[in-house]
């Protein structure tokens, strides 16, 4: 398919208090377009709503409205084709303990409706690297084998789009690059892939397209390379050696007092350099005691995106 292998327009979900508990809206009215072919990093902190919204997309929780088109399928009108189309590895290790990964894979065939004749239980478990294990109860499996099983599972009914939510959480460094191996080499084979991921370093590495949410809004959505442009903020912590009467100023300087007597100056790094930044802080007749630099993060981005939007 040429285009988006999903749109998704106007889409809310409210859930509904149940218990006394008060009603909460995790979705408010989302746009988005996920080109076909493309590795889609979804970001946003803890809460944002990207489970709720992948969730919505794997046909496992119902939208309060908006629609959502997967690989040209409107989810209402053709449910069935919508939910073949995609492929979803939870969080959650949510396995049957007395299933082999061999019998997982085949009774989540069944469930697809994938003939006998068509499925690959044996190409999937080699894919994933747990050949070896094919006849061992789940149980028996380690939290990194159960993953790899997860993402046998969402493969069995051949989707053309993969939806991998926070896959590295608490994963070691093998299994994170066997995954990223297997998400490399579905893609190139032409699956659009979806991450989750709390690690921008590994969107960075791994995402062409990059959407923010927070809030249960998308608040940024460009390719990895924009986005990464606006994220060259930088702060500057001077602690000047006598209080500071006069504040450094400059084009693209940012200046904030801090409680304990310093100065945190935020500049972008591809416009102003560190020795124009000190240069500022020398014209305003600081002299410097101390000085250190802060990265911005993820979590500073969010805050500078919410706070535009
Ligand atoms: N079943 C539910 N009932 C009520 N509220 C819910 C339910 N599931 C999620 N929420 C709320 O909806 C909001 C969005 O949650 P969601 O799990 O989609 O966020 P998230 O971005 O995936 O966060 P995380 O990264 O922590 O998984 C949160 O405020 C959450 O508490």
Redesign the pocket.
């Known amino acids: 398919m040429s285009g988006n292998a999903i749109e998704i327009r106007g889409l809310e979900k409210t859930?509904?208090?149940s218990k006394g508990?008060p009603r909460?809206q995790?979705l408010r009215g989302i746009d988005l377009d996920v080109p076909t072919g493309s590795v889609f990093g979804l970001l946003?902190?803890?809460?944002?709503?990207?489970?709720?919204?992948?969730?919505i997309l794997a046909g496992l929780?119902v939208k309060t409205a908006g629609q959502v088109r997967i690989w040209g399928f409107d989810q209402d009108i053709n449910p069935r084709q919508s939910r073949a189309a995609i492929g979803v590895m939870p969080?959650e290790l949510n396995l049957d303990p007395f299933f082999t990964p061999r019998a997982a894979l085949e009774m989540q065939a069944g469930l697809y409706g994938v003939p006998k004749a068509q499925r690959r239980s044996d190409e999937i478990l080699a894919l994933v690297g747990l050949s070896d294990k094919a006849e061992a109860y789940a149980r028996t499996l380690s939290g990194g084998m159960r993953r790899r099983l997860l993402l046998g599972k969402a493969l069995v009914h051949h989707p053309r789009i993969l939806v991998l939510?926070?896959p590295t959480a608490g994963v070691d460094i093998e299994l994170r690059q066997m995954l990223w191996e297997n998400v490399r080499k579905l893609n190139r084979e032409g699956m659009t892939i979806i991450l989750?991921t709390?690690y921008l370093e590994e969107a960075e590495e791994m995402c062409d397209q990059i959407a923010i949410?927070n809030q249960?809004q998308v608040v940024a959505r460009d390719s990895t390379a924009a986005l990464l442009g606006q994220m060259d903020r930088k702060t500057m912590v001077i602690h000047p050696a006598e209080p500071a009467e006069r504040l450094p100023e400059g084009p693209g300087l940012d200046v904030a007092r801090r409680d304990d007597g310093s100065l945190a100056i935020s500049y972008h790094t591809r416009q102003t350099t560190a020795d124009q930044v000190l240069e500022a802080v020398r014209a305003a007749g600081l002299s410097i005691r101390d000085v250190k630099t802060e990265q911005a993060d993820l979590q500073d981005v969010f805050l500078n995106l919410t706070r535009s939007a």
């Open positions: 859930y509904g208090g508990q909460k995790a946003g902190p803890n809460g944002a709503g990207k489970s709720t919204l992948i969730n929780v969080q939510d926070e989750t709390h949410i249960g």
